[in-house]
């Protein structure tokens, strides 16, 4: 029996554009493990790691126009969209070599023999080293950013693992491209091709995640699809990390002062954020708590407007477009529940954006209309009218855990006057990143970043965009009693490699 | 139906002692966890947590006696060694206070708007903030240091997350005592007592770790009870992360030229840490990698002159002593396998210390001996006796992962002639701790301790010693453009605090 035919498709038309590859077996994904752990020891010099991780951005930059145009053809994305994609992802690119070359991320700790402390302590010298041969399961709607070259195999790199990714099956031309760059970055540098690995099919992934070689996993998509991951990754005999981002409902509340004082740029900035990628997007936000009354009404037609002027557009693929319209239409069928301008199917390939509205009253108890409080991917957004700020503390206690929760206050709320501290440590224990009078579409690559929140956002406490991204990759190991002629320079008391560390529990930069 | 009675029982004469408590039933379970959840905030203050957990560490001291007498009636480990274990924690509860005070561990990272990045970092800020209230599992053989007032219960606390602790049925007299300090050392910082609950019971175990209200779970036990915890943990509808130390055969390889530099030394170090504590730690060595030939003789004969002197011991309950009779008996019925000092059963309650010899070949293939690689609790070790580097290597490469992994190098060796770097490094991805020329036994409480190691020595990359251990009971949250009025002061550009941060990609101390 042969292997099933890996094919990139034209969402834009339904119709095959070429055969890419064949699904691995259990025995290639055995094979690319294996080889990607057997040159796992060409990623331990630093220095190497970050030119790698460089030439890797300098690479895929030259071969922009090549990649755009594929995956343009693979997602409907759009040219300038997908080159803002690549551009952010070699800059994530850069910035891991940065973070490679300063070894912070090293977590150097020092402590010298102290026989004052109960019990005494004993030469004790930790750093962290890397795991071991990386999972990534590249997403669907970041070809670039959270796909082959994106930000777990970056980060995965920059910790000194080899990463195996499985593609996904909606660009598969752009993942082989992307790949090819990566390994041709790697030759440059002496580092075998096997560093990076790449696969297809669903068996695959399966395969990867249980293969006893597979050290950690990194994954972005669906709650069905990571779940299964996860369950996967603690049912081995020796469990691992899994670093799964989910889904995410990303709520809104606008408060009343807010609507009063800006109805219409929140309600256009509203539109502009859930239409973004044609809703595609990981953190749009997928409802909006907004005020009953003129000034919320007022917000709710700008929204209307906007949205009514957004263009037909082509979701990833014809299982998400058919999920959508499903998902849509069953929603706008509950009681109460009604469309100022109604999202669903338009034309034989395209969708059309719109919103719901709902009491918030309705969502304040378990019901039919929990569905709304589900993710609902693509260019939708629902707006709960409320009519008292208890309805808004009821309707976020019911919320599960989230990427993001945006507040928009009032220029006094936000000087301090009124609730707008107190809405703030509210909606802090439901996201991994609060934003405040903006909107959560637009994930910047910072130090600072968090893309990561309480399950099922993600299912660790940890972020997969931004600086300390990289810690997952990585475990401490302590030397006692370890003769200086045997430790690792990173260790060594007169700190060769100029290292931040803490010594003796003091911080030196 | 009445719930089942907790008795307090002396391992020395099997007798009961007390009746402690009942089992709590999952009504009670729900009662503690609720309880603690609730008073969550009474621990948001910084520096009265810090205030509380010295106060705790006064209190237990103030309770020493008592406390003592009871742990010692209750695990027959004796008075000298509980009353280090109790000062150990109490250094435990005091450092991480100071870690509390300096505030590192909140990981401040702060970027300020950049519009050169790709794509344009917004305001961006981030630390960590409590997971919420963490299910603690008291380990038999540490009733302070791994049990109600130890590690976990210090980090969590620290962190700002209350915590429910299942006590160790072999000393449930000893945790309601310890229970009692830590909650009067609350009540006297304004702390409702409910910060720490307590429960005793298997069931209650599963039960909490169950709750929708834990939030993270630490763990230090068996292989067996800890699988089936973390199991649990990731099983259920919102998975928590699950910190558990489960088992470990902490291997010592013993140079060719360190046996003959040193064999004596060696030999009695090695009984002298096998046999700590009647053989019940953690970090006990369970396989000993010995040269063949007459050094590695003498070696053993030295191991055998001193473990033939150790007294008779107790073990911490009846059943610990029958797995390690029959543990024991079944490891030295395998063929080549000899005792030189057999290990077992000694009177009605005490047992022998002892070791077993066996060739290194017959541990380097899969076979009936690979149960010699399984960790036996009690005075216990196994001497492999290699003929070659080549047969240490491929032992080394069978081996699960481990909390330690010690090296005994020769003066020349440690100096960096000959294979020592390459030996430290073969060791490194064993284990957690490496120590060199010394014992793992002992595991100080510093920043840089690592008390963790690949599966099943824990389930988690993190450690439950040391600074670092606080970090398991957070996670980290973003504010983005969000107006310095509304900021937590961790947060304010002003650094009101005083905390270490790193601001704009660049580290401040």
Known sequence: ???????????????????????????????????????????????????????????????????????????????????????????????????????????????????????????????????????????????????????????????????????????????????????????????????????????????????????????????????????????????????????SLNPVVVTADAAAERADEIGTGLAGSMTLGTGQFCVKPGLVLAPAGPAGDQMVKSLADAVARVPEGVLLDGRMRDNFVAGVSERAALPDVEAPVTPGAAGEHEVAAGFLTVPAARLAEEGPHDLLLEECFGPVTVVARYETDEEVTRVLSRLPGNLTATLHVSSEEAAGEGSGAALLAEVTPLAGRVVVNGWPTGVAVAYAQQHGGPYPATTSTSTSVGGTAVERWMRPVAYQSTPHSLLPPELRDDNPLNLPRRVDGRLEV
């Open 1 to 247: 029996m042969s292997a099933a035919q890996v094919w990139s498709v034209d969402p834009r038309t339904g119709k095959q554009r070429e055969q890419v590859a064949s699904e691995a077996t259990a025995q290639d994904v055995d094979r690319a493990v294996r080889a990607a752990h057997g040159v796992r020891a060409a990623l331990a010099d630093r220095a190497v790691r970050s030119a790698f991780l460089r030439t890797a951005a300098d690479r895929l930059e030259a071969a922009k126009d090549r990649l755009v145009e594929a995956a343009d053809a693979e997602t409907a994305l759009g040219v300038p969209r997908l080159t803002g994609e690549l551009a952010r992802s070699c800059y994530q690119l850069r910035a891991f070599a940065d973070i490679v070359d300063e070894g912070a991320f090293l977590d150097v700790i020092i402590n010298h023999p102290d026989d004052s402390a109960t019990p005494p302590i004993p030469d004790l010298r930790r750093y962290k080293v890397p795991l071991g041969v990386v999972a990534v399961y590249a997403a669907s709607n970041f070809p670039f950013a959270f796909s082959v070259p994106g930000g777990d195999t970056a980060s995965a790199l920059a910790a000194g693992c080899p990463v195996v990714v499985k593609a996904h099956p909606d660009h598969p031309a752009t993942s082989e491209l992307a790949a090819a760059a990566l390994r041709e970055a790697a030759a440059e540098h002496g580092i075998p091709e096997e560093v990076v690995g790449l696969v297809h099919g669903f068996d695959a992934g399966v395969e990867l995640v249980r293969h006893p070689l597979i050290t950690a996993a990194g994954f972005t998509g669906s709650v069905r699809g990571g779940r299964a991951l996860f369950d996967a990754a603690a049912a081995r005999p020796v469990p691992i990390p899994f670093h799964g981002e989910l889904g």
